[in-house]
């Protein structure tokens, strides 16, 4: 046979047709540029529809959901609205946007797979473990692995609160547990039944996963299996109820979602088909019966007994369809033309006064085509039924996923919504959003750091030589001042993660920008200077600078052909022992992602990774001596990056990614798994490494992200919010972050080419801004204050 | 003049078109990947004065293709070929793709099949290039031990 790369590429030639281009150019036209007035004349009259968009959230016919003025809210501007995307903002779906201000400081993780609320609390399943929130004071609490809950990275699930206030929980993988009010614990029996023996393994598919749950009024827990089987738990007594192929009648997907009505009957979502069980017999809803086509994942029982089940968009295979209500006798179809936001829907749920919610997530209609959401169309829709009418309101800036992870009403009113932000909760006089905790995990035991076989001691047995003096700003300069704008600057372009190295001796930053020229920048008076120093380092956008402070110099850390920089003979050279770097590289397949400065051994530390087999290898780098040492390999098989060293705590800082839109950094199965970019501390004495849990994923494209290792921890520009966080050794937790609300609004700070500590002033400098897709870099300086937060701008950009 | 706008799309679809066509389908399968580049071809032509000026476009445009074929909350068939369709290749190659993840298995084809760099693959899939690496890694393993295949195969 060929081998597999041909077999690939054969394969997908043969089966992946081509899309011709007239086509395209039958079916849709090349849209023109609307003249500037038009746009004003638009925007005049999208504030008009702005103002009574408001009046949906205020004048709804139930006064105890949306009963006051909304002051906390703020309302975006839509002046930018050209009148060529009007459906972007349909006449009964103003924008409103989520207040910076009003999200909780603490990193999110947004794959919430479920929320539920019940007893006053807010349940949500994150791939944290479940987070319950008071909802009077909103106190979190976060239960994981240690709390008893089956916690499985990548796995998704659901929760249920009981009318009696029991709250259960499931994973996709067959885990399920029950909340006793202080622990979680499985039920008992439940791992003696066939059904789950033997039980799926972590990491590997599961054949027959748990798709859905619903507990009865009467307290009946049911789970759907994959495999066409219900699972009842009737206090203490298990029934397996059998769901054959006649009963269920050939449902390509059973069980995506079930409901039990106040007779008990349970009702089951599948695709195609609505099934309701009544503890004997099965009837089906079909097309047939007025039922929408469609793939049916979500189905809600109201108060008043009506039965309301939405669609998966349908997109490949037609229009979406909207939702749908059954009152016991006839189906009701709503969709776009009855006054829902849009027949897409991502999530449906039904308040306790019967108010019916339907979410529109990640990038509604027209999002597409508004020129506010060019990079990353981020806007979501909020359908409300008041038992008569539809009205809609669209909300900004809720990233992808809004509603993905469903909805919950609680008992005021207020709708919860997933969403890659953390749970945004609307009632009307409010938006507010509640926000994982990041940070060290329960569970998380530092007796559970695993220590590799071999290790070299070169880390403890090496001491650092006494370092030069550091350097002062002259008396009389004003480090805040800012630099002379008509100065030579470096490339403004993206330059890399690490592409800066302070350098302690000279008290100047060392910055190797875009076009590989060395540059410094004087902290002191915030001027660059161009040093056209002799030789260079090699050109590697993403270089990994390291001051090397026993030794005054600055290492350049590449996998193949590593460079130091003599600040004083200003001088770059290659360094001679690469092919000892990082010592058993057959096949040269290495990479370096991260380096930082070891100042109890004087060595430079970097992270080499080999590429395909997943191998982490830790090296050190002896300027003196020019020589690299293989420390050892890592445990563990999870991306992660080296990004800093504690002097505080002795450990090496290493930060797993993840890429904020859902995509996974390891072995996801899913949409929106990516778990396994683990947070770790590595002790660099031992090679002893402790996962602290998937809570502090860091936010963010990689490509975005700026750090600064040469700090006395580690600090990440995150997404999407902008922060720059930093990480707490002592909790292992990376809540604390700087918001920079006085950063200018209309600069771009995704990220920067360089982040760099700055001992003498006590900041952190950040070169560069830069801005994800198109946008080019910002020429210009920044700095953090460590210990106020406040952002002072050092060099603005240079004057057009 | 029209003419000639479309003679700029139609140049545009001959250079890009088969990079996001084997993007889109390596991630949602033939139907849905084919469907989706139409999609977001027809959201280049409609936008043409954005989209024209674009250094990389495929990436720009893969997640159009994306929003336009929206990820679903639940599972769903269809993420590689239909068996019969295909030719001859080794009998478990389908299903092993299928079994997969969407990322690992874009990392595969893109990289491994087709010869993209990974930080064209990254670009696409909108992740780092080391995460493209550890798919790449994760996904030729399970492949390889799905067919059987040592890695010199």
């Known amino acids: 046979m060929p081998d597999l790369s041909t077999s690939i590429r054969e394969y997908y030639d043969a089966v992946a047709e081509p899309v011709d281009v007239s086509e395209i150019l039958k079916r849709s036209g090349h849209r023109r540029v609307v003249p500037n007035w038009a746009v004003a004349v638009a925007a005049g009259l999208a504030v008009f529809v702005l103002i009574g968009g408001f009046v949906w959230l205020i004048s709804g016919t139930d006064s105890e959901v949306i009963d006051e003025p909304m002051p906390t809210v703020v309302a975006t501007t839509t002046a930018n609205i050209p009148d060529e995307t009007p459906v972007s903002v349909p006449d009964t779906a103003p924008l409103i946007k989520v207040d910076p201000a009003l999200v909780a400081s603490s990193l999110p993780v947004d794959a919430t797979k479920a929320v539920a609320v019940g007893d006053g609390s807010l349940w949500a399943w994150t791939d944290l473990g479940i987070v319950r929130w008071n909802l009077e004071d909103r106190n979190a609490e976060l239960f994981g692995s240690a709390d008893g809950l089956p916690v499985t990275d990548g796995a998704s699930g659901g929760i249920v609160v009981a009318p009696d206030g029991t709250v259960w929980a499931f994973t996709s993988n067959q885990g399920l547990a029950r909340f006793d009010g202080t622990r979680w614990s499985e039920p008992a029996g439940y791992d003696q039944l066939d059904i789950v023996n033997p039980r799926c393994v972590d990491g590997e598919e599961c054949l027959n996963s748990i798709t859905a749950m619903a507990v009865g009024p009467d307290g009946v827990l049911s789970l759907a299996f994959r495999e066409e089987t219900l699972l009842q738990l009737d206090g203490t007594e298990w029934n397996v109820v059998p769901v054959t192929s006649a009963e269920v009648d050939g449902a390509s997907v059973w069980a995506t979602d079930m409901a039990v009505a106040a007779d008990g009957t349970l009702w089951v979502a599948s695709w195609e088909e609505l099934l309701a069980y009544d503890g004997d017999e099965w009837d089906r809803f079909t097309a047939a019966d007025g039922l929408p086509s469609g793939k049916i994942d979500s189905v809600a029982v109201a108060p008043n007994g009506d039965i309301w089940i939405k669609t998966i968009d349908p997109f490949e295979e037609g229009a979406a369809v909207g939702v749908a209500r059954f009152d016991g006798d006839l189906w009701t179809v709503f969709d776009e033309n009855d006054g829902l936001y849009e027949s897409a829907t991502a999530a449906l749920t039904v308040g306790p006064d019967g108010t019916v919610w339907v979410v529109h997530g990640g990038a509604v209609r027209g999002a597409l085509d508004d020129p506010r959401y060019d990079e990353e169309p981020a806007v979501g829709a909020v359908s409300r039924f008041d038992g008569t009418t539809w009205s809609s309101i669209t909300i900004a800036d809720v990233g992808w996923g809004f509603g993905w992870g469903g909805a919950a009403v609680d008992d005021t009113g207020t709708l919860w919504i997933t969403s890659r932000l953390g749970i945004v909760g609307l009632n009307g006089s409010e938006a507010t959003v509640l926000r994982v905790p990041g940070g060290i995990r329960p569970g998380v035991d530092p007796s559970n750091a695993v220590a590799p076989d071999v290790w070299d001691p070169i880390l403890s047995t090496t001491a650092a030589k006494a370092a030069p003096a550091a350097a002062t700003c002259p008396e009389g300069s004003d480090p805040d001042n800012p630099g002379i704008v008509d100065q030579a600057r470096p490339n403004p372009g993206y330059a890399g993660n690490q592409a800066a190295a302070f350098d302690r001796h000279t008290g100047r930053i060392v910055y190797v920008d875009a076009a590989n020229e060395t540059w410094t920048f004087d902290v002191c008076t915030n001027t660059w200077e161009q040093m056209n120093p002799i030789g260079t380092p090699e050109r590697y956008p993403g270089g990994l600078l390291v001051y090397d402070a026993d030794s005054d110099r600055v290492i350049s850390v590449r996998a193949s052909s590593s460079s130091v920089y003599d600040p004083n003979a200003n001088t770059w050279t290659r360094i001679s022992d690469r092919e000892a770097m990082p010592g058993d590289h057959p096949t040269g397949s290495w990479m370096v992602s991260g380096a930082v400065y070891d100042p109890v051994s004087g060595l430079v530390l970097a992270q080499h990774d080999q590429l395909g087999i997943q191998l982490t290898v830790l090296s050190a780098y002896d300027v003196d001596t020019d020589r690299w040492t293989r420390v050892g390999a890592l445990d563990g098989q999870a991306w992660r990056n080296l990004i800093g060293y504690s002097s505080l705590a002795d450990q090496l800082i290493f930060a797993g990614y993840g890429d904020g839109r859902g995509s996974g950094t390891g072995d996801d199965t899913g949409d929106r798994n990516y778990t396994d970019g683990l947070p770790h501390v590595v002790d660099p004495r031992t090679g002893s490494t402790l996962a602290t849990g998937p809570g502090a994923v860091i936010i963010g494209a990689y490509s975005i992200i700026s750090y600064a290792a040469d700090t006395d921890t580690a600090y990440v520009q995150t997404q999407p919010n902008e922060e720059i966080c930093w990480f707490d050794p002592e909790t292992l937790t990376w809540d604390n972050c700087f918001e920079g609300s006085d950063y200018p609004a209309d600069v771009a700070r995704q990220g920067f080419s360089a982040m760099v500590g700055d001992p003498i002033n006590n900041r952190l400098v950040l070169i560069n801004p830069h801005s994800f897709g198109q946008s080019p870099a910002v020429s210009a300086v920044w700095a953090v204050d460590f210990d106020t937060g406040q952002w002072t701008q050092l060099l603005a950009p240079p004057t057009p | ?153």
């Open chain 2, 1 to 153: 003049m029209v003419g000639s706008v479309e003679d700029e799309f139609t140049d545009f679809v001959k250079l890009y078109e088969p990079r996001l066509r084997i993007a889109l389908m390596s991630a949602y399968g033939p139907e849905r990947g084919r469907d989706a580049t139409a999609e977001a071809l027809a959201y280049g032509w409609e936008h043409w004065d954005r989209v024209s000026g674009m250094d990389e476009p495929v990436g720009y445009l893969y997640r159009v293709g994306q929003s336009k074929s929206r990820p679903r909350l639940r599972p769903r068939p269809d993420p590689v070929p239909a068996s019969g369709t295909e030719p001859w290749v080794e009998p478990g190659l389908p299903a092993a793709l299928g079994r997969l993840s969407r990322k690992q298995r874009m990392a595969v084809v893109l990289v491994d099949g087709y010869g993209w760099t990974h930080g064209e693959a990254a670009e696409v899939m909108s992740v780092s290039e080391a995460t493209v690496r550890t798919h790449l890694g994760r996904g030729l393993r399970k492949l390889r031990a799905a067919l059987g295949v040592t890695a010199d195969a």
